[in-house]
């Protein structure tokens, strides 16, 4: 296999079969795909914008472990939610 060889503005160097593995890591691709680039690289995705039910889709997409963290996440943040809320009301009330 001959080196590959990365440009970016205008410098290259060559890059080992090891850099290339963990490049392929880092962003769950294969070499082959990193070697071939056809220039579809995937854009970042922004949650913020997207109506709730498209939210939901993104988020099912998710690998199984990433999914649970993020509803682990968002139970932990509404019941700190509805504690506060309830303390404030009945502290209010005295």
């Given amino acids: 296999m001959s080196p590959v060889i990365l440009r970016n503005t205008g410098a290259s160097r060559k890059v080992t079969v090891a850099e290339l593995q963990k490049m ?28 709730a039910i498209e939210q ?13 963290t993020i509803f682990r996440l968002i139970d932990k943040m509404l019941t700190h939610k509805k504690f506060k809320d309830f303390f404030q009301k009945n502290m209010a009330a005295l």
Avoid: C, R, S
Wanted: charged share 25%.
């Fill in 24 to 51: 392929a890591g880092l962003f769950n691709t294969t070499i082959d795909q990193i070697v071939n680039y056809d220039g579809n690289m995937p854009t970042e995705v922004v949650i913020e914008d997207k109506t």
């Fill in 56 to 68: 939901m889709h993104l988020i099912q997409q998710l690998e199984e472990d990433d999914k649970q």
